[in-house]
């Protein structure tokens, strides 16, 4: 797992190893809010999970060897 901005913040840390319980897109959401509370929840509502560097909304996607939370990005 790498996280960033936002992310990076709510977890505490830039990157860590972590066993996703069921291997989905949806698992690792869930694993992720529990595991970081509030912050992180409000970071999946809107951001992105990229999965070997695809981003995915399908929560019963399988996690790759991969995955990489990004808070949602404004720009122009």
Avoid: I, K, N
């Amino acid at each position: 797992m790498r996280y960033f901005a936002a992310a990076a913040e709510a977890a505490g840390r830039t990157e860590e190893t972590l066993l996703v319980a069921g291997s989905t897109v949806g698992a690792l959401r869930e694993q992720l809010a529990q595991r970081y509370g509030e912050p992180m929840q409000r970071v999946l509502q809107t951001g992105s999970v990229l999965v070997d560097g695809v981003v995915s909304r399908d929560p019963q996607r399988p996690v790759g060897a991969a995955a990489d939370v990004l808070p949602r990005f404004s720009g122009g």
